[in-house]
C-alpha cells in the first residue's frame, strides 16, 4: 500500500522531529557535562562580578570580587564595603555601619548567591536543575536554564527558575540568573576569572569590626 503525499510528509516531520529532540538532549547532556568536568577539576575560583536585581518596584546593580574555595567557601566583598561570607559551616552577611552582622547555618542558606554553591562540590548540573535546556546566548555562549531540583518540593518553592551561562567550548560558567516567583530577578556577570589562585581558610572568616556584634538572624537577602 503506497503513502500520500501528506502521509509520507508528516512521517518525515515526526521523524525530523524526533531527531532534534534528541540531539537537542544530546547537547544538554555534552554541555552541562563540560561544565560539570571544568568545576569539579577546580578548587579555587577568583572573578570580578556585577550582580543586578530587579522586584519589588526597585532596582539595584553592585559588584565586587568573588572568591570561591573549596570545600563549602565562598567570600561576595561588595565594592560598598558589603560583605558575604560563607565558612563552610555558617553563612555571615555584614553591611558597613551597621551595628550586628546575621549569621545563619549553611544548610539553612537561603540566599540569591547561593546556587553558585554547586560548585564548591561535586557538581552534577543535570541533577541540580529539572527539564534542563539550552539556548544561545550569542559569541560563543549558551544558557543552561531549569528548575532548582529542591524546588519541586512542597513549600520551598521561593526560586522557579535558574539558568546559567557558559561559554560553550570550554563549560566556564559567565553569567548566573534567578527567577522567583514574586517576579524578583537576580542576574550575575562574572569577569576576569583567574583558577586555582592561592586561597587560605583565613579568607573566608569574619572578623567583626570594633563595636560589631555576630547574631542568629534570617538568611541575608
Do not use: C
Amino acid at each position: 500500500m503506497r503513502l500520500s503525499k501528506t502521509m509520507k510528509f508528516l512521517t518525515g516531520f515526526a521523524a525530523v522531529a524526533v531527531l532534534s529532540v534528541s540531539a537537542h538532549a544530546q547537547d544538554v547532556h555534552a554541555i552541562a557535562s563540560k561544565v560539570d568536568d571544568h568545576y569539579n577539576h577546580l578548587t579555587t575560583l577568583h572573578a570580578t562580578y556585577t550582580e543586578h536585581y530587579s522586584g519589588m518596584g526597585q532596582q539595584r546593580t553592585e559588584g565586587g570580587t568573588l572568591l570561591l574555595k573549596k570545600p563549602g567557601r565562598m567570600r561576595w566583598q561588595y565594592s560598598n564595603g558589603k560583605l558575604f561570607v560563607l565558612d563552610g559551616k555558617y553563612a555571615i552577611s555584614y553591611t558597613p555601619g551597621d551595628p550586628q552582622a546575621q549569621r545563619v547555618p549553611a544548610k539553612q542558606l537561603d540566599d540569591m548567591r547561593s546556587p553558585l554553591r554547586f560548585l564548591l562540590g561535586h557538581t552534577k548540573l543535570e541533577k541540580e536543575l529539572d527539564n534542563l535546556k539550552v539556548t544561545p546566548a550569542g559569541s560563543g555562549e549558551v544558557t543552561l536554564s531549569g528548575t532548582p531540583h529542591y524546588a519541586m518540593s512542597p513549600g520551598d518553592q521561593r526560586v522557579q527558575r535558574i539558568s546559567v551561562t557558559v561559554i560553550a567550548a570550554t563549560g566556564v560558567i559567565t553569567g548566573l540568573r534567578i527567577e522567583e516567583i514574586d517576579g524578583t530577578v537576580t542576574e550575575f556577570a562574572f569577569r576576569d576569572m583567574k583558577e586555582n589562585v592561592a586561597a587560605s581558610d583565613a579568607d573566608f572568616r569574619f572578623t567583626p569590626p570594633a563595636g560589631v556584634t555576630v547574631v542568629d538572624g534570617l538568611p541575608p537577602a
